[in-house]
Each structure stands twice: as structure tokens, then as C-alpha cells.
């Protein structure tokens, strides 16, 4: 199975509690509200040290501010005691050049949560590299070309970075395969017109390296970007890749084509009318400390519910700041002008269709 991990589809199926409670208190807020995330994403820090072309998160501005390291700790210690099940370190910037992130893993894994990383690989040290491959259950690094040439022209960074990638990977697998340890160390490209002709490249590279996979995902355009570059992509012409890869693919190196993805995009159909997935199923922390519950309307009050620098997650998260934001999505927000493959986008099919069941359901 080439997506052993579930990556082109979705997981919320396997937390039947949660989405019990969620479906049993219909639209009793009392009991809506104390229905908490299963997976939280985090953003550090602001800053970064790349201008990725296709950057979604551009309109953020890249602040260098990060998250206190006392409060994000404390935090994390109160969503796992509220259950929180998982949280990936990303967001606006690069979440290494947080100082301690290294810490705040191992934090999470003292306490409970499976733990994450998206980056770019760059800004990290063997010491940090060893207790983020000894805490995290896996480590996920964008690398968007096949080459140092188009690397550094997608990425807005020097050469010499493409090789620091490498290098770093090829210790994360050393270290790794020496220890016996079973964090998964991924990669993943955003396929774009400028390195489709560099994915086998980069797929034979990592299979080289040993790393598990390889993840080829489209574009989506976010809502706020400032970019448009590459808003209408035609992936149908690229379709043709799927087929390549898999000859690259092996047991121990899989090369995950999210086919499934690429086809939404084209079709840019949505068959549900309501996001049912915010405010619940997951939520997004920013590195300036506001809690959201959609990383599409970031800066939009309608989905901020609270700081973590005045009050608890708890507290944030059965706040009346959220109450509203559910009701607004409930009644007033168009999903049609929500961002095509949003994250939660295969969670809220299968939410809608548990929401809107169909003739014969029962016959199971």
C-alpha cells in the first residue's frame, strides 16, 4: 500500500468517540463545546529564512516573533489534559528557527501527544535533529525541486541550502536506522510547473537517502495570499506522473501521488453545503498566540476565539469568542468561497455525509 499513512484521504474515522459526541449533541452548544480538537497545528514562530514562490501564508508578513517558551509549554500540557490527541510544529514560518523547539517535542511526548514536524530543514543542528527523530512521530521536509538550481530559484534561497537539506536527511536516517527508532521522516514536493520535470529526480533522490516517502501534492490557492502564480494550474496535464513513480516506488520507499487531491482541484467541486470540521475537529495556534479554528481565515475574526497569552487553551476553547464563530459558520459562511483542498476537506465529506445520511445506511 502506497499510502499506508492515510495522506491523500482522511483519519477522523478512526476516532469514532469524538465524532460521537460531536454528532450526538446536534446543536447543543453546551456539549458542543466540550468537544476538543484531535489534532492542533502550531506555528512557533513567525519568521523565515526562505520566500517559497508559492507561498500560502505570504499576507502573514513573516514576523520574527515566536511563542513564549513557558506559555507555549503550559499550553500543550493543557490540551493534553483536555484531549488533544496530536500536534504538527508548521505555520506562518519556519518552526525550527524557534529556539528549543527540540524541548517542546520531547515536552509533548512526556505528556501524551503525538507530535510533528513540517519544515525546511535548513535551520537545525545534529543535537536538534537526534531529540526531534527521538520524540516526533514524524518529520515531513519540503524540498520542491530535484536540483540546487530550481531548488533555490522555488524556495528564494541560495544553492547551498539544497545541499544542507540532504545532508540533514541523510543524518535524520543514520540516526534513525542506528537507534531503532520509528519516527517517519517524509518528504514532500508541491508540484508546479518549474519542477515537474524534477519529481523522478527528487523521488530517486530520497529513495538514495532511505527516507519512507515521498509526497507529490498539488497546489491550492489560499485565500489571502498575495501570490497568484499559480492559481490555475492544470493538473490534468501532470496526471501522467502517477504512473512514473510508482516504477521508483519499493517495500522500504513510497512515492505518494496525491491523485486524489489533483482531481479535486480540477473539478473544484465541494458535495457538501457546511464546514463541519471548525470549530472542532482540529484548530490552529499563531505564533503572536491566537487560538483559530481554520488556517484558510487567519486574521479573520469570525475564527479567532482567544490568546494563549491570557487565557488557557480550556478556557479558549469553551469561550463564547468560539460559540459565535460556530454559529457563523453554521449560518453565515459560504464554503464556496473557501479555499479549494482545504485541509479538513475529506474530514468534512465524511462529516456531511454522517450529518445528511442517505437511502439504505443502515444496511450495513
Not at 464546514?275 to 479554528?293: E, L, M, R
Request: proline share 3%; with cysteine; charged share 25%.
Amino acid at each position: 500500500m502506497s499510502d499506508k499513512y492515510l495522506i491523500d484521504t482522511h483519519k477522523i474515522n478512526l476516532h469514532p468517540i469524538r465524532v460521537a459526541r460531536w454528532l450526538e449533541a446536534k446543536n447543543d452548544w453546551q456539549k458542543l463545546k466540550k468537544v476538543y480538537p484531535v489534532y492542533v497545528e502550531v506555528s512557533p514562530y513567525g519568521g523565515c529564512n526562505h520566500r517559497c514562490t508559492f507561498c500560502a501564508l505570504d499576507y502573514m508578513g513573516y514576523e520574527n516573533i515566536g511563542l513564549e517558551f513557558d506559555v507555549l509549554k503550559s499550553t500543550l500540557s493543557n490540551m493534553a489534559e483536555n484531549g488533544v490527541k496530536s500536534v504538527m510544529f508548521a505555520g506562518e514560518g519556519e518552526p525550527l528557527l524557534f529556539k528549543d523547539l527540540d524541548l517542546i517535542v520531547e515536552h509533548c511526548s512526556n505528556i501524551g501527544i503525538d507530535t510533528s514536524l513540517t519544515t525546511n530543514f535548513v535551520p537545525i543542528n545534529k543535537k536538534n535533529i537526534e531529540r526531534c527523530i527521538d520524540n516526533c512521530s514524524w518529520i515531513k521536509v519540503s524540498l520542491n525541486a530535484g536540483t540546487a538550481k530550481s531548488y533555490a530559484e522555488i524556495h528564494q534561497t541560495k544553492e547551498i541550502d539544497y545541499d544542507r537539506v540532504i545532508s540533514n536527511l541523510k543524518y535524520a536516517i543514520k540516526y534513525k536506522t542506528e537507534h531503532n527508532l520509528k519516527c517517519t521522516v517524509g518528504v514532500q514536493m508541491l508540484l508546479l510547473p518549474e519542477n515537474e520535470a524534477e519529481a523522478k529526480i527528487l523521488a530517486q533522490t530520497c529513495k538514495d537517502i532511505g527516507v519512507d516517502y515521498l509526497v507529490i501534492k498539488p497546489y491550492s490557492q489560499h485565500l489571502s495570499s498575495d501570490t497568484h502564480k499559480y492559481e490555475n494550474i492544470d493538473y490534468s496535464q501532470m496526471m501522467y506522473l502517477e504512473d512514473e513513480l510508482k516504477n521508483i516506488s519499493n517495500e522500504n520507499f513510497h512515492v505518494i501521488f496525491r491523485a486524489n487531491t489533483m482531481q479535486k482541484y480540477i473539478e473544484k467541486k465541494q458535495p457538501y453545503s457546511t464546514c463541519h470540521s471548525t470549530p472542532f475537529f482540529w484548530a490552529y495556534i499563531a505564533a503572536d498566540g491566537k487560538v483559530s479554528g481554520c488556517s484558510a481565515y487567519l486574521g479573520k475574526d469570525e475564527f479567532c476565539y482567544g490568546n494563549i497569552y491570557e487565557n488557557s487553551f480550556s478556557d479558549i476553547w469553551e469561550s463564547e469568542k468560539r460559540e459565535l464563530s460556530y454559529n457563523y459558520i453554521q449560518n453565515d459562511l459560504d464554503i464556496k468561497n473557501c479555499r479549494v483542498n482545504c485541509r479538513m476537506d475529506e474530514v468534512n465529506r465524511y462529516l456531511f455525509r454522517l450529518k445528511n445520511p442517505q437511502e439504505h445506511d443502515n444496511f450495513i
